[in-house]
């Protein structure tokens, strides 16, 4: 190699120590950072701050409720801006929270009537609201047909098992909604064929296997305890069966465990 060429070399790599290549920037960027000082820029962050703290709200509410944290559920819920509360998502959620605390309450006996009763018209509000939001939809009227049946709204029970029933007649909610409606109609045998059928078109729905289980517990309390048995095996964190199992089985004693149960239950 020749000398010039040599030198030319040494150039070139005493040039690049001085001037070494620009590393990645980071992933965190805070909005200083990132600021440009345009307008459009700085509206685009503020949309990213908003996505991120609704997505971040919803996910708290949601992680609230699966823990039945109800209130701080519904807290977190509150919390949203008035556009977002007037989401189906929100008002399923709202109204699911609502109904679990009067029931969650009374399982745990710390309920009165009144406020069982206050619980339920939020509930039912909720609900009502979800349903002018979003007529087609069918997650969700399980609990919504329940709080009908609680309430004794034999008409609308009626024209929301109807209304289901046209819009999707394979769905397990549809037919939990049929079966309250012929529970409140005191036909427990219609009832239980519509609740079976429910657990035909989905074998993990528990609450059907519950609400069967209800049907029997004043006359065949063996049958009734097998189908709550049948619903925490498809969901073990189905209070509402474990209860029932619990409370039935120690005067029955078919439990073998209460105190295990009550665990789960609670």
């Excluded at 073990?236 to 078919?254: D, F």
């Amino acid at each position: 190699m020749s000398p010039s060429l040599d030198s030319e070399i040494d150039d070139e790599g005493s040039a690049l120590e001085s001037n070494p290549a620009p590393t990645p920037q980071s992933r965190t960027r805070s909005p200083e950072d990132t600021s440009t000082g345009q307008p459009e820029d700085r509206a685009m962050e503020m949309a990213e701050c908003i996505v991120y703290n609704t997505m971040r709200s919803c996910a708290r509410a949601f992680r609230a409720f699966a823990d039945y944290d109800l209130q701080k559920c519904l807290d977190e819920l509150e919390g949203l801006d008035a556009v977002q509360q007037r989401t189906p998502w929100v008002m399923a959620l709202v109204g699911r929270a609502e109904y679990e605390k009067g029931d969650y309450a009374a399982v745990r006996r710390i309920c009165v009537l009144v406020r069982l009763l206050l619980t339920h018209q939020k509930s039912r509000r909720a609900f009502e609201s979800l349903r002018d939001l979003d007529p087609y939809r069918i997650l969700d009227m399980e609990v919504y047909s329940t709080l009908l049946w609680h309430t004794e709204k034999h008409i609308d029970l009626s024209f929301l098992a109807q209304e289901l029933l046209s819009i999707e007649p394979r769905s397990p909610q549809t037919w939990i909604a049929i079966g309250n409606c012929f529970s409140l109609q005191k036909d427990k045998k219609q009832a239980l064929i519509c609740f079976g059928r429910a657990t035909q078109l989905d074998p993990s729905c528990a609450y059907a296997y519950t609400l069967a289980g209800h049907e029997l517990v004043d006359t065949r309390i063996e049958q009734a305890i097998n189908y709550f048995q049948s619903g925490i095996r498809a969901d073990p964190r189905h209070y509402n069966a474990w209860y029932v199992v619990i409370s039935q089985g120690k005067e029955t004693g078919l439990c073998e465990r209460p105190g295990m149960g009550w665990v789960h239950a609670i």
